[in-house]
């Protein structure tokens, strides 16, 4: 790899550039393990401590920490977003070569241009449209009637049920599972009777989807993952639910059927959300928490409870379940004390 | 597609028409997007509002409900069930055509109906027994030592161990794994001793297993789904658990091993449920619940928290911490009140 | 099966025999199952009521519940040690023969030496290097650049990208993936920019991980899983994350991105860890939790609440909301108090 000039990277993300604009990088590093040749960043105050003595070439910081930098520095006021944008120089994907895999199997009826990349093992299904340079994993299965989006990359052993659609620039990490039935049942007489779910998936254009996340086709309307939404590992999005554009949750989230959530959420990992809720535009909600009642209004939610040491925990939740009794005590001597006064 | 008449469909499930008998539908859908030649309905309050717009041939709805009809109705008890019936009929599943793909790879040792479907890339390993009109899909393992109940069908993807049984009319969606090994092993001297793992796994008649869901094997006895369980997606369910006959159990809920819950069981999303423990029939646990001891008793249990502000919530968790504490000066207080009195 | 006679057994383990050491065992059962030829075990005092009705050939207990044993006693002092050993012994493994299913696609790059067996639709892609005696299971897909070291079993379906290495003797169980992308992006100007994930996985020796548990590649460097880790099923491992060796992890537990784990910690089911945090070793956390915060010191920690009647919980719920007013009425209260005094 021929890698960057520091000249070079300043000039096209317009960043000031405190060191010798001529000097070389090659790889991405972290401050603590950089070597000469790497460029490393700092935007968490956690690793502060890491800068001063970084071996790295370059570190891409605020300009607040230049001072404590001991190597030369490019100054962005979001570190972060300047790094992941030179990353993708330095670290360049693969180009797929195009081509499909002897051992693929493609349906006479499906249509996958000379620019896709279909890798060994994997299946492309009866009228399954497959976009211009998209590469499908190892292994995948589109069972039929899909279509992918130009330049989405699916990755090994992901399984796509008919009737999804998937938009341009979507990555679609391993082991996903988009369009099976939603969990629909109504009892009769003392047995289950399945609900027809018959509606389908779409996805809009630059959607990821995490490595074993589910996503449920509709009962009846399709479920709708709109532009740039990010869902990371492990998630659970039930029937019908619509998720906004810019949304981004984090792993092990569980979305139940025909919840609506805005656009630009921020939803961190363990939340549990129910169904037939409406989820506000820019609402954040933190770690581990559940949501039972729709949020009308935009700002930070949360109900989880950290940790302590398990026996103070246990007296806590006794006390817990003795607070209306404490409440009613509190109630009598409030009571007591104005009759007092 | 031919559709229903609305006489047909009054006829066949005894419901009371409120409109034109010839009247015809071909297929379902929502109250607010429903055009003519669709049949929708009305079962869940939250969407009540959309009756009186709704442009559909007909609504399936309770009597209290006609008035407020524009179109024709169909009155029934249980609108939800009698729906998913309709659309049962009015959506029916593709008849699979039977036969084994090419790239299908079935061993000698196997048994496999004619009027099995085996889909590409499926494997059917030695002594597996599928029974009649069973359909396994694109890429599913059934590695060895299987029995497939007749008319159950296996989505891509989906992977079961040696000496699984899975019962009639079963229903096991994409990515889901049954029969891996229990979480089972032994500190030894600083090291962990694995325990083997020798049990099975035995699914009953009309078992529903959702997308990436994994049942493990048992580690002496099996592992026992009975009939007409129905599993959501992403679920864990232990070695040795019990899970009795028309239980229902959302998405992303965990049981440890040996726990036996009950039938008729109905477990919202996000539950945790400890190890070794009895779940009394018709118990239900609401979503984003803790159970660590047994139920002996039917009803309805909770301890999920619902999300409020953050703010709000930090201080309520601060104030939790000091319960104990403030429980102490009540008792205090209680007890100079009644001196003094 | 020929089995083993007791006193075989004994000798094999150092325990002491209560019975004669001809009789003979050929199988594991439980207490409750038992019939003549079985082996079983007392090890959870919840069991020890089926210890008097017990028809087994011998049962390994502690040396306390000898007499009340009808049947032959192996006495142990860690009974449940003595029975994985034994069952060991009584259930090998299968061998597996070696060879290459003449449906796997093995790249010619790749190097799989003669005493590895790849099952039917496996794939081994360029430069994979496996080790002697490793077993890859049905339709599992080693994308490229991975090793795997000698003994180690990949169930069917497994999921491994690029630049992912793995220790000796593990056992990777269905549907995991290992490799894929972590969460990394960066908000810029209204969309998603993607942070390039460019670090590997490491697994140690003699790790397990569970069905569908998902493990990311690091953002930079790799995640680590060191040695005698076993996780669960469906746990979700973030990027650059570290576990210490000899940690065990129940099912459906996250952890999120460069978290530290120690070594011989023991995580419950259902945990959810927070990001950037260390825990110590030794540490012991309960299921339902939520770890926010670093924790420095061995102990034994936790945040769940058991449910109880939801109409009960649901009014401790209301109270809980309330519990910062209740403070502010009690300090009033002792101040008045005070004041009187």
Not at 67 to 95: E, G, N
Not at 100 to 123: F, L, R
Not at 289 to 298: C, P
Request: proline share 4%; charged share 20%.
């Amino acid at each position: 790899m021929e890698g960057l000039t520091l000249g070079e990277i300043a000039l096209k993300l317009g960043l000031t550039l405190n060191g010798n604009p001529s000097d070389r990088v090659t790889h991405v590093a972290t401050l603590k393990s950089a070597q000469p040749g790497a460029l490393t960043f700092l935007a968490n105050s956690k690793y502060r401590d890491d800068l001063s003595s970084t071996r790295a070439t370059v570190v891409v910081c605020r300009e607040a920490d230049v001072a404590q930098c001991p190597t030369a520095a490019l100054i962005a006021q979001d570190p972060y977003v300047a790094y992941a944008q030179i990353a993708t120089w330095l670290h360049p994907k693969r180009a797929t070569s195009g081509g499909v895999h002897p051992s693929a199997v493609v349906d006479p009826t499906a249509i996958v241009p000379v620019s896709a990349t279909i890798a060994a093992q994997a299946y492309i299904g009866p009228r399954v449209v497959v976009g211009e340079r998209v590469s499908v994993g190892v292994g995948s299965a589109l069972v039929s009637d899909i279509h992918l989006g130009d330049d989405t990359q699916i990755g090994p052993k992901v399984s796509i049920y008919p009737h999804v659609n998937v938009g341009a620039r979507c990555l679609i990490h391993g082991g996903a599972v988009l369009g099976a039935d939603g969990f629909g049942m109504a009892m009769n007489q003392g047995q289950w009777l399945k609900v027809p779910q018959v509606g389908g998936v779409r996805l809009g254009n630059d959607v990821e989807v995490g490595a074993n996340t589910t996503i449920d086709r509709g009962a009846i309307e399709d479920t709708i993952i709109e532009d740039d939404v990010h869902l990371d590992n492990q998630i659970q999005v039930g029937h019908n639910v619509r998720i906004g554009a810019h949304t981004a949750i984090a792993g092990c989230v569980g979305i139940s059927g025909s919840t609506h959530i805005g656009q630009y959420c921020m939803i961190a990992g363990f939340v549990g959300i129910a169904g037939h809720l409406k989820i506000a535009d820019r609402t954040v909600i933190l770690g581990f928490s559940l949501v039972s009642h729709s949020i009308d209004e935009a700002g930070v939610y949360s109900s989880g409870i950290p940790v302590e040491e398990a026996k103070t925990w246990r007296r806590t939740v006794g006390r817990l379940r003795q607070l209306d009794e404490l409440n009613k005590k509190v109630k009598r001597l409030v009571k007591l004390q104005d009759g007092e006064e």
